[in-house]
């Protein structure tokens, strides 16, 4: 079967054999060797292991196939479906709440994703399944789960500016189905927000 490649970006070359998506995490030349290697490393599996954890919470992801952390290399279903931020304008209020209350879900089992994009979320039978875990890290914080929130705030912002305004509000909805815990998020979010506007004085 023939294997073809269908994105590259910043740090991996996905392929896609048959059913089978492989993300690749190639040498960078530009980094140091040996801080190449560690980071590769860390991040093939670190995204492995939440896949597996992200699994066994029922949040929706990609099957886990195969782990190589010798080529860097990991094997996960392939989502036939569409990237979320192509099709976001058809109902953005819809999808906030969900994307809100599956990283509310998420950060109540203290999982941190990270590089929360339209992106990194693909449309499939009217579900919203994440991908892209490499950067993800696991932490009890507030702090860190804000930062998640606010980052995919600028995300959604800047990708979706014309539905921004309304649909933050959804995703924090969404959030507290997900999180019983979002009191101290909120609050935090809120410095963190405060933050990020004193910076673009
Ligand atoms: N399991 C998958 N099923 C379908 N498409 C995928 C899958 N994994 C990745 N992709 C596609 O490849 C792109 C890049 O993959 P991603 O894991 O986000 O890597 P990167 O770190 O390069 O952003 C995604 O935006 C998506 O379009
Ligand atoms: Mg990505």
Redesign the pocket.
């Known amino acids: 079967m023939t294997m073809k490649l269908?994105?590259q970006?910043?740090?991996?070359k996905?392929f896609k054999k048959g059913r089978i998506?492989i993300?690749d995490r190639y040498v960078r030349k530009y980094r140091l060797p040996e801080i190449d290697f560690l980071l590769r490393r860390s991040r093939t599996r670190r995204e492995a292991k939440v896949l597996e954890k992200l699994k066994q919470l029922k949040i929706p992801c990609?099957d886990l196939i195969k782990v190589d952390d010798k080529d860097m290399k990991i094997s996960?279903?392939?989502?036939d479906g569409k990237?979320l931020r192509d099709v976001f304008h058809e109902a953005p209020l819809k999808f906030c709440e969900e994307i809100g209350k599956q990283v509310g879900l998420m950060h109540a089992n203290d999982i941190i994703h990270a590089d929360l994009t339209t992106?990194?979320m693909?449309l499939k039978d009217k579900k919203i399944y994440f991908?892209?875990f490499?950067l993800s890290f696991f932490s009890t914080k507030a702090e860190d789960k804000a930062v998640d929130l606010h980052l995919l705030a600028r995300a959604l912002e800047s990708r979706h500016f014309k539905f921004f305004s309304g649909c933050f509000d959804d995703v924090l909805k969404g959030y507290k189905k997900g999180n019983s815990d979002y009191k101290a998020v909120f609050e935090r979010l809120e410095k963190v927000e405060l933050r990020g506007r004193h910076k673009q004085k």
């Open positions: 269908i994105a970006g910043a740090e991996a996905i998506i993300k990609p996960m279903d392939f989502l990237k992106s990194n693909i991908i892209d490499g």
